[in-house]
C-alpha cells in the first residue's frame, strides 16, 4: 500500500509539468508532420502539358489531372515542352490539340491529346495511361449531360458540372498515378517516420522521469529521503514505476493523434504493438537509469539525455533505416547494438505485416535484456555510491 502511494505522489509530480508533456507529445508528430509534407512534396511527378485548344473541355481535362495528388501539372507552350524534351531537361509531355472540344461533343475517338517524348519510358507510359482514363472520363460525362439535359430539357452544362463534381468526389472510381506507376505494395511512410520519431523521444519522455532524481543531489534533499522510514529502494521502485506509467500515456497518446491527425496506418494489430511498445519502453528505462548515479546536476542530466537520444535514433534507424544505405559494415554493426534497431523493426513486423508476438522473440529477448541488465547496474551503482557516502560521512 505504501509503494503505490509513494507510486501516486510521483505521478502528480511528473504530470504537474504540463508544458514538458505537451512538448514530449507533440515534437515527435510535427516532425512526421513535417517530413510528410516534405516527402510528399519531393515525390510528386511532373507533368507538362500544351493546351493548343483552350477551350473549357480542354480546361476541364487539365482540371481533372490535376485531381491527382501525386501529379504536379505544368502548363507550357508546345514549344516550350519539345525544347525541354530535347534538352533532355524532361523525359515527355503531352499536347492537347485545337479541336478537342469539338471532338469531345461530336463523340468522335479522342485523338487529340498526343504525347511528345524522345524515347518510350514508364512516365511516359504512365503519363499516357493517367490521360487516357481522364479523357474516357470527360468522354462519358459530356454523352451523359447530352442525354440528360435533351431528356429533362436543362442546362447541359450545368449538368456536366454536377456529373464531373460526381466523378471527382467518388473515391472508387478515381485512379492513382502511383498505382499506375508500380503495382508493389509500399509500406506508409507517414507511419514509418512516426515510428521511427516516437521510438526516439521516448528517450526524452525517460529522462524527464529521472530528472527529478538528480535535482534531490542538486537541491540536498537526497539525505533527508535517504532519511525518511521507508527504504530508498522502495522509493527508487516509485519513481521508476512513474516514469514507466508517464512514457505509456504518452506513446499512447501519440499514436492516438497520429492514427487520427495524420492519418498513419497505426494502432491496427494492438495487443503486439503494445506490448513492443512497453518492452523498449524498459529498454530505455534500464539504459537511462545507468547514468542517474553518475550525473550531478539536472542539466547535465538533460543536455546527455538529448545526446543519446539523437545519435541512438540517427544510428538506430530512426531518420532513415540502414538497410537502405550503402553504409560500411562497421557501422551497420553499431547500428544493430541500438535499441532503436530493433525496436523499429518488431514495430515495423507487428504494423506493416501483422507479425505475431512469436515472430518476434529476439527483437523482444535483446530489449529485456536490456532493460534488465541495465536496471540492475543502476541499483548496483547506486548501493555502492550511498555506501561511499555513509563512509564518507563517518
Excluded at 45 to 72: G, P, R
Excluded at 204 to 219: A, C, K, S
Excluded at 320 to 327: G, K, N, R
Excluded at 357 to 380: A, F, H, K, W, Y
Aim: with cysteine; hydrophobic share 45%; net charge positive.
Amino acid at each position: 500500500m505504501q509503494i503505490l502511494i509513494m507510486i501516486k505522489n510521483q505521478l502528480k509530480l511528473l504530470f504537474n509539468n504540463r508544458m514538458s508533456i505537451f512538448i514530449m507529445i507533440a515534437a515527435p508528430l510535427l516532425l512526421t508532420w513535417l517530413f510528410s509534407i516534405s516527402i510528399s512534396n519531393s515525390s510528386k511527378t511532373n507533368v507538362y502539358l500544351a493546351d493548343n485548344d483552350k477551350s473549357k473541355a480542354s480546361k476541364q481535362l487539365i482540371a481533372m489531372i490535376e485531381k491527382h495528388e501525386d501529379l504536379s501539372v505544368t502548363i507550357l507552350a508546345e514549344k516550350d515542352i519539345k525544347n525541354k524534351i530535347d534538352n533532355d531537361d524532361i523525359n515527355n509531355g503531352a499536347v492537347i490539340d485545337a479541336g478537342f472540344e469539338r471532338s469531345l461533343k461530336n463523340g468522335k475517338a479522342l485523338n487529340d491529346v498526343k504525347l511528345i517524348e524522345n524515347y518510350d519510358n514508364p512516365d511516359g507510359q504512365n503519363l499516357s495511361i493517367t490521360i487516357l482514363s481522364e479523357e474516357n472520363a470527360l468522354q462519358k460525362i459530356t454523352a451523359d449531360s447530352k442525354n440528360v439535359s435533351n431528356v429533362l430539357k436543362v442546362n447541359n452544362d450545368e449538368i456536366s458540372k454536377k456529373l464531373i463534381n460526381k466523378v471527382n468526389s467518388d473515391n472508387s472510381i478515381s485512379s492513382s498515378y502511383k498505382e499506375i506507376n508500380t503495382s508493389q505494395k509500399t509500406e506508409d511512410k507517414t507511419t514509418e517516420r512516426l515510428i521511427g520519431f516516437l521510438v526516439m523521444f521516448i528517450w526524452f519522455v525517460v529522462v524527464q522521469g529521472f530528472r527529478t532524481l538528480i535535482e534531490e543531489r542538486e537541491n540536498n534533499t537526497f539525505n533527508r529521503i535517504k532519511g525518511m522510514p521507508t527504504s530508498y529502494l522502495k522509493y527508487l521502485i516509485s519513481k521508476i514505476i512513474a516514469t514507466y506509467i508517464l512514457g505509456l500515456t504518452v506513446i499512447a497518446a501519440i499514436l492516438l493523434v497520429g492514427k487520427y491527425a495524420l492519418k498513419a496506418s497505426i494502432v491496427n494489430n494492438i495487443f503486439p504493438e503494445a506490448s513492443i511498445f512497453a518492452i523498449y519502453l524498459f529498454a530505455v528505462v534500464g539504459i537511462v537509469m545507468i547514468f542517474v548515479p553518475f550525473v550531478k546536476k539536472h542539466q547535465t542530466f538533460t543536455i546527455l539525455g538529448s545526446v543519446l537520444m539523437v545519435i541512438t535514433g540517427m544510428l538506430g534507424g530512426s531518420f532513415f533505416s540502414m538497410d537502405e544505405l550503402t553504409a560500411p559494415k562497421t557501422l551497420q554493426i553499431i547500428s544493430g547494438c541500438m535499441p532503436e534497431n530493433w525496436g523499429i523493426k518488431a514495430l515495423k513486423d507487428v504494423i506493416f505485416n501483422n507479425s505475431p508476438l512469436s515472430l518476434e522473440i529476439n527483437s523482444i529477448v535483446i530489449l529485456l535484456s536490456i532493460g534488465i541488465l541495465g536496471l540492475l547496474v543502476s541499483t548496483i551503482l547506486t548501493n555502492i555510491n550511498m555506501k561511499a557516502e555513509k563512509s564518507f560521512l563517518k
